[in-house]
């Protein structure tokens, strides 16, 4: 029951907003086939059942993450103003590394740009690029579904590429057939406002509408609230395996008739050993008797 179920939420969450025409012939598939249900660890205190549910709960939200990534393209794409590519390879180029040990400021960054077919440290994958060709503009982001916060030692590897890639990504663009890109941004896409990330670098919710110019973050709500309602429906059959197992588990360790009787006979038993080993006592103190005058003295 749990697997049909917990499949049901996968294909659910895969086809809620599924990607537009325009949308699927601007973007690259995904390379990484969503993981199915099947694989978990099974914790041994809360035993197979209970670690399945409980895998399947983080598996969802972990699959809201990518669900917002992909509803955010489809409603950029939607606007008609846009262009999106998404899990972009970029190069981090050793010219673009040296700049950022060099410890220059965001402001100077933010005015060079560097060759994208220049030698490479490594290759970054960046969640969204949106490109409006109009205007010769290009946004790099990262999307975080930003329900707590990512510790230091973490984002400061995503704030290091996507300077990086802001360098970069007007080379990289006139590549793929965008030569008049001439103004880039970078940023973090923090649905629900908690990453960490600072202020400048970051865009809430609440910010997504303003910064476009188009009307995503409804859709956003409605992709999120969908998926929520899905799971809250599926949760009682979800849990269902497991309080049978709990169930199941309480009526092995039952004692039956035989066994009530013979645990009866036990300690009717013990008891009478206890007696008849007993150490001999004396009858104890006596109480004073109500009779009895206290002596008066001269």
């Known amino acids: 029951m749990t697997q049909r179920r917990s499949n049901t939420l996968w294909k659910l969450s895969r086809t809620l907003f599924p990607p537009s025409p325009t949308w699927r012939s601007r973007t690259p598939r995904r390379r990484s086939s969503p993981t199915r249900f099947r694989a978990f660890n099974e914790d041994p205190i809360l035993g197979p059942d209970l670690s399945r549910a409980i895998a399947v709960l983080n598996s969802v939200v972990k699959r809201h993450g990518h669900l917002l990534e992909r509803t955010l393209a489809n409603g950029l794409v939607a606007s008609g103003r846009f262009d999106v590519l998404v899990e972009v390879a970029i190069p981090v180029t050793d010219a673009a590394r040296e700049l950022l040990l060099a410890r220059n400021s965001a402001e100077d960054l933010a005015r060079i740009t560097i060759r994208a077919d220049a030698s490479a440290e490594r290759i970054v994958s960046i969640d969204l690029v949106v490109i409006d060709p109009e205007v010769g503009w290009a946004g790099a982001y990262e999307v975080k579904r930003g329900n707590g916060a990512i510790d230091g030692r973490s984002r400061r590897p995503i704030e290091h590429d996507l300077k990086a890639t802001r360098m970069v990504l007007p080379s990289y663009l006139a590549k793929r057939g965008y030569p008049n890109i001439t103004r880039v941004t970078t940023g973090v896409i923090d649905y629900y406002g908690a990453t960490g ?102």
């Open 197 to 298: 990330f600072s202020k400048e670098l970051k865009i809430g919710r609440d910010e997504l509408d303003g910064h476009f110019g188009a009307p995503v973050r409804a859709t956003l709500d409605k992709v999120t609230k969908c998926l929520r309602d899905a799971l809250h429906a599926e949760l009682p059959h979800l849990f269902a395996t497991v309080l049978e197992a709990i169930q199941h588990e309480k009526a092995k360790l039952q004692p039956g008739p035989a066994e009530i009787a013979a645990a009866h006979d036990d300690h009717l038993d013990t008891v009478l050993i206890e007696i008849i080993n007993a150490r001999p006592t004396g009858p104890g103190p006596r109480k004073p008797s109500a009779f009895m005058q206290t002596p008066r003295t001269a």
